[in-house]
């Protein structure tokens, strides 16, 4: 319960000596439970890890070539500004982040002030090789121009 891990919080901060939590008539959990935390508490995962801090170094790095390359302030890249040559080179940022650094939707969400939805139909668009600027290394195209898979065809009736 809550309760009993905010009492296990207070134990390991305090040096005080562990008794156990009495909830109505009964002890809550089991003596040798607040010991196997305090074992424990070293070998437990770390969910930053250093592989998610070399993906973020990545996509920092990525960020700034990016910034470089199109002549746009990093700053800019980051902010809410729809300008023609910011949104492409956000664009640009996004896919290389997405597909270099392998971050997730979700945290290059969150490193643009975007929403995953956003990010992801940046993504989508990118893939099928929609606006793709020639500063960008990623400009080649797979697909022969106007060959969009995506696109809607105009019916006349």
Known sequence: SVRYLKWIQERITSA????????????????SFPDRVMSRQGALPDPGGAARLD?????????ADVAQDHGV????????????????ARRCAVHR????????????????????????????SMELGARH?????????????GANPGARRKVWI
């Open 16 to 31: 005080s000596d562990m008794i156990l939590p009495v909830a109505g008539a009964a002890a809550v959990g089991h003596a």
């Open 55 to 63: 993906a973020l170094a990545r996509s920092r790095r990525i960020l």
């Open 73 to 88: 302030a990093q700053d800019r890249l980051l902010d809410r500004v729809q300008w023609r040559d910011v949104s492409a």
């Open 97 to 124: 982040i997405w597909k270099e650094a392998k971050l997730g939707v979700t945290e290059i969400a969150r490193m643009f002030n975007r929403t995953p939805g956003a990010i992801s139909q940046i993504v989508r």
């Open 133 to 145: 600027c020639s500063k960008c290394a990623n400009s080649g195209s797979a697909r022969p121009k």
